[in-house]
C-alpha cells in the first residue's frame, strides 16, 4: 500500500518557477515508478512525466525542455521542478505511483492533487 501527499502548488507568475514534491508512505517506494498529471478545468487529464525505477525518465511534449521529474528514494519523494512557467501550465497537479512495463505507465495510486495556478 503507498499513500501519496502532494505539496508545493501555488500562484506563480508567467515565466516563474515552481517545485512540487510528492512524499509516499508505505510499501516498496524504491520499487514504484512515479508520475506526475495534471488537469484543467474542461481539459482532459495529462500525464506529464514519469520516472521508472531505474531512473528513466519521460516527459510530455507540453513541458519537454522546462519540467524536470526527479525521484529521491532515501526520501521517499518524487519531485516536478516546473520552469518557464505558462498559464497553460495551470491545473491540478496529481502525483502517482504505479508501474511502468515497456516504459508505459500505469497508476496504481493518486495523491489528493495540489493547484498551480501561473496568472499575473
Known amino acids: 500500500q503507498v499513500h501519496l501527499v502532494e505539496s508545493g502548488g501555488g500562484l506563480v507568475q508567467p515565466g516563474g518557477s515552481l517545485r512540487l514534491s510528492c512524499a509516499a508512505s508505505?510499501?516498496?517506494?524504491?520499487?514504484?515508478?512515479m508520475g506526475w498529471y495534471r488537469q484543467a478545468p474542461g481539459k482532459q487529464r495529462e500525464l506529464v512525466a514519469t520516472?521508472?525505477?531505474?531512473?528513466?525518465?519521460n516527459y510530455a511534449d507540453s513541458v519537454k525542455g522546462r519540467f524536470t521529474i526527479s525521484r529521491d528514494n532515501a526520501k521517499n519523494t518524487v519531485y516536478l521542478q516546473m520552469n518557464s512557467l505558462k498559464p497553460e501550465d495551470t491545473a491540478v497537479y496529481y502525483c502517482?505511483?504505479?508501474?511502468?512495463?515497456?516504459?508505459?505507465?500505469?497508476?496504481?495510486?493518486w495523491g489528493q492533487g495540489t493547484q498551480v495556478t501561473v496568472s499575473s
Open positions: 502517482s505511483a504505479g508501474r511502468a512495463p515497456w516504459g508505459r505507465f500505469t497508476s496504481d495510486y
Open positions: 508505505g510499501s516498496i517506494f524504491s520499487r514504484n515508478a
Open positions: 520516472i521508472t525505477s531505474g531512473g528513466n525518465k
